[in-house]
């Protein structure tokens, strides 16, 4: 019905449709697509929007092959549009994303491999759960809170396959309320992506990941990870979408791509129901794949997602050379990961990120093979290829609430402004400032420069309880750089994370770090204040401090740190390969 006044509004030339009251059921095999409006004026006046679609098994495909034209909603090239004012929601009494549940019974089993489980009780859905009799697939755990509205200790996920329709770990029925799950334990007869990093059983975590957990604990359960997704925004211009609440979508909130310019998100909202859907998002809630920046997003709000709240980033590449004007990519995702089309600009940088000053132009694409339309330098046995025809740079994010999500906020840009905007009990990192690859599966962020973070409050971060691992350095804000094994970090480019200021911001009660600046030059760290009320039970004894390495040219200044007597107190620590530090005004 949507589709037809949509189609009706275009033939027309219509400037605006507003949608009748009540609830539409979009339970059809594909989302709702706007595509070439220009001028256009989407009106949702308070709808809400019930959507359900079966995840697809085969062929079954990794995460960064995901196909951005089955979202919920797929908005596309078009020019000086609103959409907004109305609701989304999933159809949680056929197709659950997540189950509420506490644990009843472990077993773990010492004398037989892979045959310890956890039974768990599924709340909220009354005397059958809806996947009773048929699969009940379990790709990912958290440990919350008795009432799931927190998240409970990191070190009790399970992560059982993240592609979509995966049937993670083997399960069995008990009753229609109770199932029996196997962490880490393959079922071949269910389905399950076949490739590197897919799910393979293992003996020692089954073991551990069933010993993780006691009778009573509380966990969430999700059946779903990447999948459809929300919103596609493709390629549009002079875009808002605006007034927008989010209760659930199976896979990305928002994902970004294409060409999308100058566009504007205004009042969305990511908040389950109630806590009988604990969760909002399956995945990421706002992802930019791909854009052309100039991203405006105000009163952003999101709770109970699962992966990275926020992830603002453009992907590169890993690439040899393999003739005078070719690279073929040899990074193990392939060139699907990352392909531009003939034309695009590309840029060359060297292993530790250090500029060739080469430049050029791309003349043709075939399968992993890139040709250029000039000679290519030398040097190297491989480069990183930037597509600098696009870039996620210039992007404000202000007066928004990130809260009780699974991950952590990457602003993987240049151009940034964070301002006036809470992180509060994130179970990783709340903000991350990186570039990062590896030869394998991530390539992930054309450099940060030009990066403000002002006035913003940092309470309760990294619930998760991990430390000084690769995605958790146990810090509300990092800048850190990403790097194969044979590349050393004091060899890297400094200037690829620099011109970074933080002014005006407090943190609260952090459970090590405030801050870690692991990687980066020309940073200014200002007038803030850290409060450490000794009162949060993980907090580590480096808690409130900061700590550079491989750092150049940094300024703290004037900052205040406000601590009760019989707490430690923190820190500065200095590590290696820091030159440039001017510490004064502090109190």
């Not at 004007?325 to 530790?352: C, D, M, N």
Request: aromatic share 10%; proline share 5%.
């Amino acid at each position: 019905a949507i589709e037809r006044a949509l189609a009706a509004a275009k033939k027309s030339g219509a400037g605006r449709l507003v949608l009748a009251p009540g609830v539409y059921r979009c339970f059809g095999p594909k989302g709702i697509f706007v595509e070439g409006f220009e001028d256009f004026v989407f009106d949702g006046a308070g709808a809400e929007l019930v959507f359900r679609r079966a995840p697809i098994t085969d062929p079954m495909v990794p995460s960064w092959n995901h196909d951005p034209s089955r979202a919920n909603f797929v908005i596309r090239n078009c020019r000086r549009m609103r959409i907004g004012g109305f609701d989304m929601d999933w159809d949680w009494r056929t197709a659950p994303l997540a189950t509420g549940a506490r644990v009843t019974k472990v077993h773990v089993d010492e004398t037989r491999d892979c045959a310890s489980f956890v039974e768990f009780e599924l709340l909220g859905h009354g005397a059958r759960h809806p996947y009773y009799g048929g699969l009940c697939p379990v790709q990912h755990t958290n440990k919350m809170s008795a009432d799931f509205t927190r998240f409970g200790e990191r070190n009790s996920n399970w992560w059982m396959g993240t592609y979509e329709g995966e049937a993670g770990a083997k399960s069995e029925w008990v009753d229609p309320v109770h199932v029996r799950v196997y962490p880490s334990v393959y079922d071949p007869a269910t389905p399950h992506w076949g490739g590197a990093n897919g799910i393979r059983s293992n003996a020692k975590a089954n073991r551990k990941l069933a010993s993780d957990l006691k009778v009573g604990d509380s966990v969430r359960l999700s059946h779903r990870y990447y999948g459809k997704g929300g919103f596609t925004l493709d390629s549009n211009e002079d875009f808002v979408l605006h007034d927008v609440h989010v209760y659930a979508c199976f896979g990305f909130g928002i994902y970004v791509d294409g060409s999308q310019r100058n566009w504007m998100l205004k009042n969305v909202i990511f908040k389950p129901r109630d806590l009988g859907h604990p969760i909002t998002c399956s995945a990421d809630t706002l992802h930019f794949s791909h854009s052309c920046g100039g991203a405006i997003v105000d009163g952003f709000y999101t709770s109970h997602g699962s992966d990275d709240s926020i992830n603002v980033h453009d992907r590169f590449t890993v690439a040899k050379p393999t003739g005078t004007r070719e690279l073929s990519v040899i990074l193990q995702r392939g060139a699907v990961y990352f392909t531009p089309k003939a034309g695009h600009e590309v840029e060359l940088r060297r292993p530790t990120y250090h500029a060739t000053g080469w430049r050029g132009k791309v003349v043709s694409v075939d399968g992993a093979r890139l040709t250029f339309d000039r000679d290519l330098p030398s040097g190297e046995p491989y480069y990183l290829v930037f597509d600098r025809s696009a870039s996620c740079d210039r992007v404000i994010f202000r007066n928004a609430v990130i809260e009780d999500n699974e991950q952590r906020c990457l602003f993987n840009a240049s151009d940034v402004t964070i301002e006036d905007c809470v992180f509060r009990r994130t179970n990783g990192d709340a903000v991350r400032l990186l570039a990062d690859y590896t030869m394998t599966y991530w390539c992930e962020g054309t450099g940060v420069t030009n990066l403000v973070v002002r006035n913003c409050r940092f309470e309760n971060c990294c619930t998760g309880q991990q430390h000084d691992c690769p995605w958790n350095m146990g810090a509300n804000l990092v800048t850190c750089l990403g790097l194969p094994p044979a590349v050393k970090i004091a060899d890297a480019d400094k200037s690829f994370i620099s011109r970074i200021l933080v002014e005006g911001c407090t943190f609260k009660d952090s459970i090590s770090y405030a801050a870690s600046f692991d990687f980066g030059s020309d940073i200014l760290f200002r007038r803030n204040t850290i409060k450490e009320s000794g009162m949060r039970p993980d907090r580590l004894p480096t808690a409130g401090s900061i700590r550079l390495r491989h750092v150049a040219n940094a300024c703290f200044e004037d900052n205040r740190f406000v601590v009760p007597e019989g707490v430690t107190k923190p820190s500065f620590l200095v590590g290696e390969d820091v030159t440039g530090l001017t510490i004064h005004g502090n109190k």
